[in-house]
């Protein structure tokens, strides 16, 4: 999961619901300082939330983009029912596209991180036109590693079987292990962190964990689409084998981003750098024809 280093709001950021067609859904909506050039929705990672996007919103904000990161349906702020149907692949997709709809900017550039990415993917293919651009950040149309695979399984065996805050206790004794990165948590954080475990859904993590257990391979599905592509990561990725990540790039004629000295979420890490290389990729995309393909 990510983990966002503040939990300050940048200016002009109001956390708030945004009502869709198919439901309420927590965002933090920050407006661009100075002439808008586009509309950016951020879908969030495996037990992640719109927070992750926390150190990303100020500079895209500052690039003249309006920036919405969201809860997908039952993820921390967002309700959420406690049955399988409504985490199935298709139905959070559509969650995505009534979003972008509500926002009410018209087409929208899409950005999903790790697990937010196969959502994405699947929200463009049903509705290209909803979206200007995708990009996928730190997320990939194959399987994820294998030591991946494994803690996904073994999280998804211990909530079907332990009380949640028990699992808490063990996912916190193994990063205390160094199985994570950066887990000398200030406790502002710890307690955010504890928070939004236990406010998500059993049924969300355990439906995303199925997604993200898939053997489908969407690269196809990704060379299909006609939406500009990104596929955007940090050198050091743990989460998806690198060498997968550039091969699905080259398979797809996708812009291609590579953060030096980045893991798993350059939008924590190394929010600014990201910034620059989004917002080149949408602007190539709003280039006239001849003026430089995005793809």
């Not at 939990?7 to 909506?29: M, W």
């Not at 997709?93 to 994405?120: E, N, R, T």
Request: proline content about 6%; overall charge positive.
């Amino acid at each position: 999961m990510s983990k966002p280093r503040s939990l300050v709001l940048p200016p002009g950021t109001r956390a708030r619901h945004l009502t869709t067609a198919r439901g309420d859904f927590a965002v933090l909506d920050t407006e661009p300082l100075g002439a808008r050039r586009g509309t950016v929705l951020l879908l969030p990672g495996y037990t992640g939330s719109k927070e992750d996007f926390l150190a990303l919103l100020g500079p895209l904000s500052e690039a003249g983009y309006r920036s919405v990161a969201v809860d997908g349906r039952g993820q921390y702020q967002s309700p959420g029912s406690r049955g399988r149907a409504g985490y199935r692949r298709r139905a959070l997709a559509l969650d995505a596209v009534a979003q972008a709809a509500a926002l009410g900017d018209g087409p929208v550039h899409l950005l999903g991180h790790s697990f937010g990415g196969l959502v994405a993917r699947a929200a463009v293919a049903l509705a290209p036109a909803a979206f200007r651009s995708l990009t996928l950040l730190s997320s990939g149309p194959g399987r994820v590693a294998r030591p991946q695979r494994i803690r996904i399984r073994v999280l998804r065996g211990a909530l079907a079987l332990l009380p949640k805050e028990r699992v808490w206790q063990a996912m916190c004794w193994l990063d205390s292990r160094g199985e994570e990165p950066d887990t000398d948590d200030a406790p502002e954080l710890a307690g955010f962190l504890r928070r939004r475990w236990m406010r998500t859904r059993i049924a969300q993590l355990a439906g995303a964990g199925r997604l993200l257990l898939s053997r489908r391979d969407g690269t196809a599905e990704l060379a299909a689409l006609r939406t500009p592509l990104h596929i955007a990561y940090g050198a050091e990725e743990m989460v998806w084998p690198v060498a997968d990540l550039a091969a699905a790039a080259a398979r797809t004629g996708a812009h291609h981003t590579v953060v030096a000295g980045a893991g798993h979420s350059p939008n924590v890490s190394h929010p600014r750098e990201l910034t620059d290389r989004l917002t080149g990729f949408w602007e190539r995309t709003a280039a006239p024809a001849g003026a430089g393909a995005a793809r």
